[in-house]
Every structure is written in C-alpha cells, then in structure tokens.
C-alpha cells in the first residue's frame, strides 16, 4: 500500500500539528514532526520507520527545489553591498541546495534556536549572531504575527513585504515600512537620505 493511497496531504499535515500539541518542545522543528507524521503513517500501513526517512529525503530535495521571486537575487546583491544580511526561518529550507546561502552572514532556523518566530529567542539570536542590537535590525517578512509582531516584540524595526496586495490585519501595529517586494524595499534602503 503506498501511504498517499491512504492519507491524504491534510492527514498528513492533521499528524504534524497533533504530534506539535503532544510534543510542544518539539513543535518548533519541522524536520522531526514531518519525520514522525511520515514514520506514524508507515507504522499504520504496515511499513518500517525506514520508508519515513526516505519519504523525508524526497520531499527535502524538492523542498529546496524552488524558484524563488525574480526580484530576490538582485535585491539581496544591491542590500548586500551596503548592510549586514541575515535570516531566520521557521521552516527547513537548505540556503545551500537553494543559492542564497552567499548573501547572508548568519542564517538561522527554528530547528538550531529551539523556538519558532515568532518567539523572542530567534530574533535575540540572530542579532546576537550579527553583532549587533536588535534596534539596529530591520527585520524585513511577508507575515504580519510571526515576522513583524515578532521581531517588532525584541524593539527591530520592521518591512513587511506583501506582494499580494493583502490589508494590513486589525489590531495589529503596522510594519515600519510596507513594500510590494525585495527591489521595492532595495531602492527604498538604498535611495539618498530617505528615513525608513
């Protein structure tokens, strides 16, 4: 029996946040709840835990098989040049396998932290990371709660890049700066004199 004849993605994706509620220490790694819902669901079908982790090797290395928006790369060249870049991630992407890996200084992930943003202890460690003061950071995300709300939480300045034209949420302080995407948010930081 092949497990996607069984479950279905939402199975799979129900399994991952009842195994996060059973294990909220370990809620915040996504590579060991993804892991165990594919190593619950061989279990159930029959299947060794081995299958899991080459199911994971495959759904891995297409996770880093992504093309990212047009406007990145240039972006993080022209913000490079001139400002400290780094990343936080709540998700399992490999910046190597990706190509991005070259324009960040640190790169962090909810995994190597042991929260997810948006917790206070990711951001205070990436601005440890960097060497400098969380409110020397401009924290630059496409969510509302987890990028903007947690970083503003630790005193960053906030971008929030939102190239669907989405309302900002109610009740919710609004990001320092608001952008369409990465080039918007270069020509912003890069142009003469011009305050955030």
Known sequence: MVLMDRFTLEDMRAARLRLAEEHPHRAHDYTWLRLEALAHHA???????????????????????????????????????????????????????????????????????GAAKPDPRGFLRLAEALGVRPSEILYVGDDPVLDVAGARAVGMRTAWINRRGEPWPEGLQAADLCV?????????????????
């Open 180 to 196: 369409a995407d990465c080039l918007a948010l270069a020509d912003h930081l890069l142009a003469e004199n011009r305050p955030l």
């Open 43 to 113: 279990r159930e079908c029959g299947y060794g835990e081995e299958i899991a982790a080459r199911g994971f090797e495959v759904f891995y290395a297409a996770r880093n098989e992504l093309d990212v928006f047009e406007d990145v790369r240039p972006a993080l060249a022209r913000l490079g040049e001139r400002f400290l870049l780094g990343t936080l991630s709540n998700g399992n992407a490999d910046l190597r396998r990706i190509g991005l890996h070259g324009f960040f200084r640190v790169s962090l992930s909810a995994r190597e932290v």
